[in-house]
Every structure is written in C-alpha cells, then in structure tokens.
C-alpha cells in the first residue's frame, strides 16, 4: 500500500540544468516531505510542505503540491555533480499515526 | 548532532540463522520504524514502534519481528533468515505527533544484509 510514487524513476541531466521530480499520492495527507538519499547511506531531510501550502522555497529546491491531484513536485535549480542522489518523497497519511510512507524514488545523475 | 545509530553497516548471514538488527537513536523520540529497500520499490515499512512494548506492522511484516524494551533501541528480528530476506535496511525516529506537525524522520546509515 505504498503512498508515493515518484516520477521520473531516473533523471540524468546537464550541470547547471534544473531537475523536475514529480510526486503522486493515494489517500488524504497531513504533511508531504521531500528526502534525498546519498549513494548506500542513509535519507537526509530537505523539505516540507503542509496540506494547506501550494509552494514552498528552501535554497535552490522548490516544491509544489496539488492536493486536488494528489501531487507534488520538487525542483532542483542551477543542478551540480553534488546533487547526484536518488530522491524520495514520503507523506503522512491524515489517519495512520504519524508512519511516513516512502515511494519508489527518483534516481537524479547530475552530469559535470 | 541528534543521531540514529544501526549496530553494523554490512552483515553477511547464513540462511535459517536468526538475525538481529539494531537501532538506537539518542532524540528521546516516541516513534521509530524499520524499512526495507530494495532497487526499484523504494522504502516498504516493515514495522514501526510509538511507544515502548508498542508496535504496529507495516507493509511488509512477514518473516519478521521487532523488540523494543527501551525508547531509544528498536531491534529488528530476522526470526530464520532467508535469502529473499537480502537488502538494505534503514532505521529511522521520530518524535510523537510528527504526523500533525511535520516533523521530518531521521535515519541511521543502514544496514546491508546479505544472507547467503
């Protein structure tokens, strides 16, 4: 019963280009969070976005949720090497304790 | 720096073995969770903890168990190992009520099991 699902599966853009990753959930949320995952390491937090938000900005990301679609999207602005990681969106089911639920993820490759 | 901690990074075990995964975290938080990730499937639940002794399954529950006698340890039981049981496994916390205000889940490093 996975949430999320992440769109593209993988992204292999230019350095400097910017990187679009596309969201779509199941169910009613509370909250939608953006997290990264570094090559075999653990995810790292980048972003959150509440139900009541359509926007929201931090450094050169950006995330946009459409809850009358169940979607959201993270933009990676001016892309470097560094940003080489696969992407996650995971969300809180408005109903289920506070488990966060994952999707597949985005494989992001960031050319130099 | 606030910290979750898993006991190993690699793990290499032998089928029917039994196999313990842990996981402590020093934040004080109620809630803490197993996942399990494999190429192409993302991260699937496989337990997750709100309170000591509590425990709820996940996604995925089948072949495991968890234990968590104190809030900051959560361990993952691998009850007979299997070789469909090899993957990366991530621990994560994170405070009560983080649903509602958005808190974000911190991860240990993971673990990679392989069972041979």
């Known amino acids: 019963s996975q949430q999320g699902e992440e769109d593209p599966q993988a992204l292999s853009i230019q350095e400097g280009e910017n990187a679009t990753m596309n969201c779509s959930y199941k169910t009613s949320i509370n909250n939608l969070q953006w997290y990264r995952q570094n090559s075999g390491r653990g995810l790292v937090h980048l972003i959150l976005?509440?139900?009541?938000?359509r926007e929201k900005h931090s450094g050169r990301l950006r995330v946009t949720l459409d809850t009358s679609k169940k979607s959201s999207s993270l933009l990676i602005t001016a892309s470097r090497a560094a940003d080489t990681a696969s992407y996650f969106c995971?969300?809180?089911?408005?109903?289920?304790?506070?488990?966060?639920?994952f999707g597949p993820g985005t494989s992001l490759s960031v050319i130099p | 720096d606030v910290k979750v901690t898993q006991s190993s990074r690699y793990l290499v075990k032998r089928t029917g073995e039994k196999v313990f995964l842990e996981c402590v975290q020093d934040m004080d938080h109620e809630n803490m969770f197993w996942y399990r990730q494999d190429p192409g499937l993302g991260l699937r639940l496989i337990y997750f903890s709100y309170d000591v002794k509590m425990k709820e399954k996940g996604d995925i529950p089948e072949g495991y168990s968890v234990s968590r006698e104190k809030k900051e340890r959560f361990s993952l039981i691998l009850e007979s190992a299997s070789t469909n049981q090899t993957s990366m496994y991530l621990c994560?916390?994170?405070?009560?009520?983080?649903?509602?205000?958005?808190?974000?889940?911190?991860f240990g490093q993971g673990t990679r099991l392989t069972v041979v």
């Open positions: 995971a969300t809180d089911a408005s109903t289920s304790y506070d488990k966060v639920i």
């Open positions: 994560a916390s994170r405070p009560w009520g983080g649903a509602l205000d958005g808190a974000e889940a911190f």
């Open positions: 976005i509440r139900s009541n938000e």
